[in-house]
């Protein structure tokens, strides 16, 4: 069983920052891509960023140049830096990784339950 549990989220002006972490733990094999998906009141869920076991990245483009993310694959773990914030920013957040389970011999998609991260004018 794998788990990702997201940390992190909050309440914050708009111009303030907030860093967001995503814990994969249970019998893992490897990991593969990881990524950050958001979801507002009344909108489907989008792609915020992306990053490769190697660490390369892409940003959906309301995010370039505010967002950064970065992964520790010794610790399993996807951040999310998030600075210059804006109200459109607010949304539930959503940690979703490819992992191969020990033993398995594919990959599955896993979620993290989200974070809520809510900036205010």
């Known amino acids: 069983q794998v788990q990702l549990v997201e940390s992190g989220g909050g309440l914050v002006q708009a111009g303030g920052s907030l860093r967001l972490s995503c814990a994969a733990s249970?019998?893992?094999?490897?990991?593969?891509?990881m990524g950050w998906y958001r979801q507002a009141p009344g909108k489907q869920r989008e792609l915020v960023a992306a990053?490769?076991?190697?660490?390369?990245?892409n940003y959906a483009d309301s995010v370039k140049g505010r967002f950064t993310s970065s992964r520790d694959n010794a610790k399993n773990t996807v951040y999310l830096e998030m600075n210059s914030l804006k109200p459109e920013d607010t949304a539930v957040y959503y940690c979703?990784?490819?992992?191969?389970?020990?033993?398995?011999?594919?990959?599955?998609?896993?979620w993290g339950q989200g974070t809520q991260v809510t900036v205010s004018s």
């Open positions: 990053i490769t076991s190697g660490g390369s990245t």
């Open positions: 249970g019998s893992i094999f490897r990991i593969n891509a």
């Open positions: 979703n990784a490819d992992v191969v389970p020990r033993g398995s011999l594919r990959a599955y998609n896993y």
